[in-house]
C-alpha cells in the first residue's frame, strides 16, 4: 500500500513550457486535491475533485487544468507554465465525497517540486 | 470565507521545553480542525483533529482543544523532542475542502 505517490520529485521548466504532474492513490479513496505551498502562505487549493468524472476550481485555478482520469489518478496540467509557477505542489486525498468530507483525514502525498526559469 | 491564523514563527526552543503553537479561526457553520505536521523533505501528515466543539485531539504528547467560544485550536506539548522539528500546520474543513494557517516552523535542539 503506497498511499498517495506523485511523479516527478523534481522538476525545471523554462517560461512557456508545458508539463503534467502526476497524482495515483491506492487507497479507492473518492476525492482528490491539488495543493501548491509556497513560503509564509501555508498551502492553498488549485483543483479538486470530489468523485470519478468530477473537477471543481480551489482558491488559486489561474493557469492549470486538471484531469481525473479514473477513480485512481488525478493529474495537473501547466499548458504555459509561468515564474510565478514556482512551488511546491501537493497532491491529497480522502475517502469520502460530499458532506461526509469534512472530518475525514487527507493523505498527501511526498510533493513535487517545481522551478520556472 | 473560511480562514486560519497561526502565530508567528519560527518557533526555537531546547529539549524538553513546553511548547503552544496558536491557531484562531473564522468560519461559516461547524468545522472540523486539524493540525497536519511536515517533517523536513515529506509530505504532510495528519497530527491530531478535532470534530466538534469541546473536542481534545491528542497524538504523540500533542494536544489540542476545539474552542468555539474563542474560536481556538492551540497546539500544545508537555516536553518537546529534537525528532519533533518540523512544520506544523492549523487547517480547517468546510465541506471537504481544507484552509490551512500559513505554517509555523519549530526546531528543537538539544
Known amino acids: 500500500n503506497a498511499g498517495v505517490t506523485q511523479t516527478p520529485k523534481f522538476q525545471v521548466l523554462k517560461t512557456g513550457q508545458s508539463m503534467t504532474l502526476q497524482c495515483a492513490q491506492d487507497?479507492?479513496?473518492?476525492?482528490m486535491y491539488w495543493y501548491r505551498q509556497d513560503p509564509g502562505m501555508g498551502l492553498r487549493l488549485i483543483y479538486y475533485?470530489?468523485?470519478?468524472?468530477?473537477?471543481d476550481k480551489g482558491e488559486v485555478p489561474n493557469g492549470y487544468n486538471v484531469s481525473r482520469l479514473n477513480k485512481r489518478e488525478f493529474s495537473l496540467r501547466l499548458e504555459s507554465a509561468a515564474p510565478s509557477q514556482t512551488s511546491v505542489y501537493f497532491c491529497?486525498?480522502?475517502?469520502?465525497?460530499?458532506?461526509?468530507?469534512?472530518?475525514?483525514?487527507?493523505?498527501f502525498g511526498p510533493g513535487t517540486r517545481l522551478l520556472v526559469l | 470565507g473560511d480562514s486560519v491564523t497561526q502565530m508567528e514563527g519560527p518557533v526555537t526552543l531546547s529539549e524538553e521545553a513546553f511548547l503552544t503553537i496558536n491557531c484562531t479561526y473564522t468560519?461559516?457553520?461547524?468545522?472540523?480542525l486539524f493540525w497536519y505536521v511536515q517533517y523536513p523533505g515529506e509530505g504532510l501528515q495528519l497530527l491530531l483533529k478535532?470534530?466538534?466543539?469541546?473536542d481534545k485531539g491528542s497524538n504523540k504528547g500533542f494536544e489540542a482543544t476545539y474552542r468555539k467560544e474563542t474560536t481556538s485550536f492551540h497546539l500544545e506539548k508537555g516536553s518537546v523532542q529534537v525528532s519533533d522539528s518540523a512544520v506544523y500546520f492549523c487547517?480547517?474543513?468546510?465541506?471537504?475542502?481544507?484552509?490551512f494557517g500559513q505554517g509555523t516552523i519549530l526546531t528543537v535542539h538539544p
Open positions: 475533485s470530489a468523485s470519478e468524472g468530477t473537477t
Open positions: 478535532a470534530t466538534k466543539a469541546d
Open positions: 487547517a480547517l474543513t468546510s465541506y471537504g475542502k481544507l484552509t
Open positions: 487507497m479507492n479513496h473518492n476525492s
Open positions: 491529497a486525498s480522502t475517502r469520502t465525497s460530499g458532506r461526509a468530507m469534512s472530518w475525514e483525514t487527507q493523505y
Open positions: 468560519a461559516t457553520g461547524y468545522p472540523s
